[in-house]
Structure formats: structure tokens, C-alpha cells
């Protein structure tokens, strides 16, 4: 039944794909499109539903053995016949991951209707938006980590398709394969994790592989050698230190794009996962530290790059990788369903702030520099409300979803007693609250600076993308109520639908004292929303400037994002130059010395030989040339150009092999 | 009960005269079709076998074979027509364009 | 006994219609004794109980092959046929190393001789095969799905005409 739901983006795609691109209208593309995202949604309603009612947590549906059984010996020993079926499997954890890719995944189908409307390329990029939208669903709902996998790279595929989708701008095109190449070395940490599991337990089945985690068939290091390499396959899918540079420059994609697989759904691939072997995690305790401060640090190091950006779309790139971190430190402490709660909250907000920012760029006719906005505020009414209501939802103001997950993980974070972890989150949160309201201030507020090309043609949005706007703002205020705490007087509801799929984990904190953190966090963001507004709106961003004129290395090293790319560019891409340089010195130097110092000894033994050359050689030479000649014109004869000869000489070979064959043996 | 031996027999005769029609004929098309009396007396043997063997794979190889003789005919014909517009002949005679 | 004669039935009749095949002047003739040849060896396959091997011999040889040879040797026009040129000696050896071939291979067959039947259940039928067909042989049969693929695309690219305009 759930099979259903990834069945029809599969149908989009290919109907989009194989026929439309050649023969559909515009209007019949968008149908297919929406048609398949729609369809795919109320299957997982529908399926959603199915799992509220049923008794079972959770449903395997194998289609076919995809390998068929083959004997692997284990690291102990044991001889274990590992076969690999194409299964999938429906539980709670999957059935949030399936709501929220086919749920965001409809919204912004539809907005994409709008914004792509003038583009050449409309059935290519909705055959690619639906294709990305079946592999995530691949990915979200595999049974094991071979079908998983498929998933896995089917996203990486198609983030790379849609990245480089206007291929003919070069940045765009670099972006993909940056994006792709950085995405290459994760899954290659990912394979060799699978690996790994596959060498110490002889299966990847996730039932199985929490089995026998439960079991204590795994000794502590393979666990954490094994989750390590998962990990480091989730840093690149969700754009974690070390491997968060691309997700910046896949901001050359369409906004669509950007919103659904930059930051609603792709890039939370890695928290899925390590969600999804929690068990693995759990066990080996180390792997677990090394997510929690992995996204912590994240959290706030993308965060003070985002401080900075002038692009709108990417001060949002910085602030996905910076929640995505405030996700995987949720789930580094343990609080698996905080991490989801946030994924999930996450998602409708910074989706909503991605399409409103593509409906600002799609108002000022391409413009993305904030540097050349401002005023807006009465030009776009609508897409500014929204905005807002992103924007307070993200900074975790009381009463909006973001607020609650956002608590929640920090909660937790706390009640583990890794105050440092904590402290980060909270760090990161002040950031985010202040550059997105300097974001808004810059955008909206203040005197307006566009220039006569953008400033011509100033639209509010059509209603096509207004509306999935509207509902994703409704989303991003109300979402967060399916998981109201208990100290709010809530029933925590999401965390204990993920209880079948995640376990539980208790925050054992008094209730005073999570009052308190709430009241700190909520501080903290109203503080940092009040001082963008007193240094953006209030002093015209004149603090920020002489900010940045008095500390100059520290604005240029963050502005610079930290020299990251050229590091990287100088290690991995210099160190290739600087090996292909060294190799060519050897060859220049020594070898060519060498081959220089031999052709010296040759040419005077060579004059030596000319002697002997001219006289003896030469007729010999042309002997042998003669000869030659006589023989090909022989020879020549054989070639008679007619089929049945070459056929008769095939035929008397087999006939020679065979004769070989009677007499001799 | 067929003797397997009869049936080897009857598939490479098949087999022989084919492989003279390819060798002693010049029409390209009749070639063609000579070229199926092999591919067929090979099949009668792979089938005999698989029946003597009591496996599946004599049937399994000679499927394969058919699937072969499927290609081997349409990419045959397409250089039949394409040479025919060519040279306007079916001789092979004609066809001596390697000649050295 | 009985699948015995219609065996050596269907053999003969293979052998004499291929002979015929290969001696024709006329390729529409060829065309015909071809088709006697397949349905003979069909058959021929029926008495081996291969009956799999036989229903798509005669789908695909008989339905498709066969009506191939005789649109190409329509659309060709095989009406100016040219008797063809060979003389007698050349034409006894070309019919002669075949015939050197096959001695030999029975020469070879007789001397290594044949290992005895295995017990004889009627189990290597239909089911057994499909299923080895999508397991163990999955991979040959993915390559000759592409290997048709290409055939396809090959075909055309080489039959059609490489200038619209151009009555060649």
C-alpha cells in the first residue's frame, strides 16, 4: 500500500521526462507534475493513517531478492549467507519523512509552476523535480542499506542535476560538480560503514542490524568505526563540517530547488539516517559525542558566516547548515525525537523562507544582493508577512513551531550534561535570530536601494505562489503543536509516535528548570532580534560598518567564510598541482638529464657509425625493403576482397584446430 | 527414446549444410539464410544435450542462441538494403572493397 | 518408439528442406524450404521435450525471421536474378572442407565417447528453467536485453537513408 507513495513521482518523472519534454504544453507538464506530487501525498496520508490504526509499528513489504543469497564469513568467523532484497519499510520514523517530503514537496511543485513559468526547460526541471522527489522517498522508506543507498545516491543525482540546471552559467555548473565531487567523499564513508556492517554482522537489514546491535553481537570499536563512517556519508548529504562547502554554492540552483532539496528534504538525509540507527549510535557512545559536537560547532560556525553574507539565498544556505547542526547535536545527546521534531519544523519554515526569498528574487527580476533591496516592506505585502513569520518561527520566538523543537533539543542538551553543547546551541540560536532579522531589516525596512533594471518590473507574486507560501506559513506557526511538552501542558505527541521507530528518551528535568532554559532561549533570541533591529534599522547598519572597519582581518577571515575553500582548493586541489609539478621537475631534471646525457654518448658514437653506416647498412636496409616489397605483392593476392574466401579461411582454421586436436590427443 | 547420438548427427549435418551454403553461395540473401541452418543445427544440438543432460540450460543456451540469430538477422538486413542501394547487386562478387 | 519416428520424421525433413535451401536459384524459394527447415527443427525440438524452445522457435523463427527474409526480398526486388558464376572444381572443394569438418567433430565425438545419461525424472521442465533464466543467468539475460538494444539502434542507423533527398 505505502509502495504507492513513491510510485508516482516515479510515473511523473517518466511521463515528464520520456514524453512531455518533446510533446506535452507547459500547462500539461505542470499538471503531470503537481498531479504525481499531489497523488504522492495523499498516498502517504492515506498510508499515515493506515499506521495510526494498525496494531503493527511497523510494515516490511518485499518486492524481489534483489542479490540473491551468497556465503560472507564474518569477522568472528561465522559463515552467513547474506542476501539482499529490494524491501521497503513503513514505520513511524519513515511515515514523518514520507509527510514531509511529499507534503513540502507539493507546496513547492506548485510554486515552482510560478516561478519556472517563463524558463525554456519547464518538463526537464519538473521530470527532475519529480525524480529527486521518488529517490528521496527511496531513501526514507528502504528497508535496508542497499535499497538505502540507491536512495541515497539517487538525491546526490539529482541535487546535481538541479544545481547545475541552468548549465550554461558556469558557476552553476562548477556548483554541481562541487557539490557532487564533496557529496562522492561522504557516500564513500557511507559504503565503507556498510561495508564494515556487512563484515562484522552479515547483514543490512536495519531490523537486523538493531537486532543484533540489541543483541551484543558487536564488539564497541567496529560499532564505532561503523557509525563514524555513516556519519561522515551524513556530513556531506547534510552539509556538516567538514564537508558543508557546497551547499553554499548550490545556491545556483533554482530557489525551488533550493528550498526543497537545500533545505527541506535532502540535506536532512544524514539526520534520517543516523535517526534511523540510533541503535548503532546509541551503542557506541563515542560516535554519538563525536555527532553531537560535530553539529554544534557547526551550528555556530555556519551561523557567524551567515552574519555576513550579502546574498539573500545565501545567508539562508548558512543558516539550514547551521539547523541542521542544532538537529544532529538533538541527536547527538540522545534525543532522536527532538532531532526529527526539528527536521520536521525545520523544514516548513525554511522551505517558507527559501520560496518567500525566490518570490523577493522573482520581484526584482534576479536580484539576490541584499545590498540592493531594502523598502520592500510595502512593494510585496504578502511575501513580507510570510517572511516574518519564517523568520520569527526559525529564531525561536514562543508560540511558532521552530520555538519548541528548538527548545526541545536544547532541553536535552542540558539534561545530558554537556553544558558545552548546550552552550553552543544556544549560541548558534542567538546568531540566528540576529542575521535573520538583519536579513529582514535589509530586505524590507529602510530606504529603498535597488537599481532601475530590478526596480522596473516590481510585482508582488502570482497567487500560484503565493498560496503554498500562505500554508507553509501556516504550517511553520501551528507545526510545531504536535509536539507541545509536557510542561506547556502538551502531550509531547510526536515524540511518542516515534517511539516504535526511535525509542524514548526522557529528559529528567524538573519542571522549573525547563521553564527557566525556555525563558533563557526566548531571551537570548528576543535580545538578538533587538539588537539587528537597533544596529540595522534604528543606526542604518552604521555599527555593523565600523564593526567591520575596526576588526578588518576578523570581518574579511568570516566574510571569506573562513578561507575554507581555499583551503580546501590548496590541499586536495593544489596538492594534485603540486604532485603533477613535482613529477614533472622529476622529468624535466633528472630524467630528461639522463636522457640528454645519453645523447651525447650516443651522437659521438654515432659519428663512429656513420662510416660503417654508409657503407655496410644501407644495402642491407635496402635489401630488406626489397625484399619486402616482393613479399606484400605475394601476399596482397590472399587479400581477395570476397566474403566467401575470408569465411573459407575461418572455416580451414577450425578445421586445422580440430585435425590438431584428433591427431595429437 | 532418442539416442543422443542421432540427434548430434542431425544438428551438425544441419550445421555442415549450412556452412556450405555460406561458402558455396554468392547471393547475400542466401547467405543470410544459410547462416540460420547453422545457428538451427546448433540449437538442435544444445537441445538434444539439455535433454540427455536433464538440465535446463541446453534450452536456456539455445534461447540465447535465437536471441543471437534475432540480432545477427536485423542487423544483416540493414546491410543487405544499405548495400543493395549502394550497389544495386546482391553478389558478393560486387562486394570486393577490401581487396588488396 | 513413436517419439523415435517422428523424430527421424522431422529430421529428414529438416535435412532435405535445408539442402533445398542452399541449392536454390530463386531466394523466394530459398525462403520457403527455410521456413520448412525451421518448423522441421521446431519439431524436432517438440520429440526432445523441449517444447519452451520449440513454441519460440516457431514464434520467432517461423512468425518473425522468415517473414523478415521475404520483406527484404521484396523491397529489394529480386527480379533480375543472375545465375551465379562458380566453377566445378572450386565448388567441390567449397562443399568439400565442410564436410572434412563435420567428419571430423564425429571422428572426435566417437573417440571421447558420451558420459552416460543421468537418472531420467521429468523435472527439468518449464519452471525450473524460468527460474534459473531470472537467477543465475539474470546477467547474460540483462546483456542480451541491452545486446537488442543496440541491435535496434544499430539496425537503423545503418539501413536508413543517409540523405532524405537523395533517391540513393
Known sequence: MFLLIPLFPLLGAAVNGLVGIRFFSRRAVGVTAVGAAGLSFAAAVAAFAGLLRSAEP???????????????????????????????????????????????????????????????????????????????LILVLGANLGVMFIGWEGVGLCSYLLIGFWFTKDAAAAAGKKAFITNRVGDFGFLLGTGILIYALGTVDIAGITAAVEGGMLAKGTAT???????????????QIPLYTWLPDAMEGPTPVSALIHAATMVTAGVYMVARFHA???????????????????????????????????????????????????LGVGAYAA???????????????????????????????????????????????????????????????????????LASAFASGNYLVWALGLAGAALTAFYMFRLIFLTFHGEERFTPESGHHLHESPPVMLVPLQVLAVLAIFGGYVGLPRVLGGGAWFARFLKTSVGVH????????????????????????????????????EPARRFSE??????????RKY??????????????????????WIDRRIIDGLVDGAAGLARRVSRLAIFFDERVVDDAVNGVGRVHLIASSLLRRLQTGYIYNYALAVVLGAALVITLVVTVF | MIPIEAVLGLGLIVFTIGLAGVLVRKNLVIMLMSLELLLN??????????????????????????????????????????????????????LNDLKG | MITLAVFSLFGVLAVVSAVLVVVQKNAMHSVLYLAFTVLATAGVFFTLQAEYLGAIQILVYGGGIVVLYIFVIIIVNLKEIVPEQRRLIPKIFLVGVPVLLCAEVVTLVLRTGFPAAPPREDGAGFKEMAEMFLSSYLLPFEAASVLLLAVLVGAIVVARRKHIDDPD
Open chain 1, 550 to 559: 575596526k576588526f578588518k582581518t576578523l570581518y574579511r577571515t568570516v566574510s
Open chain 1, 280 to 330: 548503532l549510535f546509541s551503542f557506541s557512545g563515542t560516535a554519538l559525542t563525536v555527532v553531537a559536537l560535530t553539529g554544534a560547532f557547526t551550528a555556530v560556525y555556519a551561523a557567524t558566516m551567515g552574519l555576513v553574507q550579502t546574498d539573500i539565498k545565501r545567508v539562508l544556505a548558512y543558516s539550514t547548515i547551521s539547523q541542521i547542526g542544532t538537529m544532529f547535536m538533538g
Open chain 1, 563 to 584: 578561507y575554507v575553500d581555499e583551503a580546501y582548493n590548496k590541499i586536495f586541489v593544489g596538492g594534485v598541482f603540486a604532485a603533477g609539478r613535482t613529477a614533472d
Open chain 1, 58 to 136: 511497523v510494515l516490511v513489504k518485499t518486492l524481489f531478492t534483489w542479490v540473491p543469497a551468497s556465503l560472507v564469513r564474518t569477522a568472528g568467523g561465522r559463515a552467513v549467507s547474506l542476501s539482499l532484497d529490494l524491501a521497503f519499510r513503513y514505520d513511524s520514523l519513515a511515515a514523518v519523512m514520507t509527510l514531509v517530503v511529499t507534503g513540502v514537496g507539493l507546496l513547492i511543485h506548485i510554486y515552482s509552476v510560478g516561478y519556472m513559468a517563463h524558463d525554456r526547460s519547464y518538463a526537464r526541471f519538473f521530470a527532475y523535480l519529480n525524480l529527486f522527489t521518488f529517490a528521496m
Open chain 1, 506 to 541: 526522557e529528559t529528567h528535568l524538573p519542571a522549573g528548570t525547563e521553564i527557566l532554559l525556555m525563558m533563557v532561549s526566548v531571551g537570548v533570541a528576543v535580545a538578538a532580534i533587538y539588537a539587528a533591529y537597533a544596529v540595522y534599522v534604528k543606526r542604518r547598519g
Open chain 2, 41 to 94: 543445427g546448433v540449437n538442435i544440438i544444445l537441445a538434444g544435450l539439455g535433454r540427455h543432460l536433464n538440465s535446463p540450460r541446453g534450452s536456456i543456451f539455445a534461447l540465447f542462441v535465437i536471441i543471437m540469430a534475432v540480432s545477427e538477422a536485423a542487423v544483416g538486413f540493414a546491410l543487405v538494403l544499405s548495400y543493395f542501394r549502394h550497389k544495386k547487386s546482391y553478389d558478393t562478387d560486387a
Open chain 1, 339 to 409: 532531532g526529527m521534531f526539528h527536521l520536521v519544523t525545520h523544514a516548513f519554515f525554511k522551505s517558507l523562507l527559501f520560496l518567500a526569498a525566490g518570490s523577493v528574487i522573482h520581484a526584482l527580476s534576479g536580484e539576490q544582493d541584499m545590498r540592493k533591496m531594502g523598502g520592500l516592506k510595502k512593494h510585496v505585502p504578502r511575501t513580507y508577512r510570510v517572511f516574518l513569520v519564517g523568520a520569527l518561527a526559525i529564531s525561536g520566538v514562543p508560540g511558532l513551531s521552530g520555538f519548541f523543537s528548538k527548545d526541545e533539543i
Open chain 1, 225 to 239: 568505526a561503523a557509525a563514524l563512517l555513516l556519519f561522515l556519508g551524513a556530513t556531506g548529504k547534510s552539509a
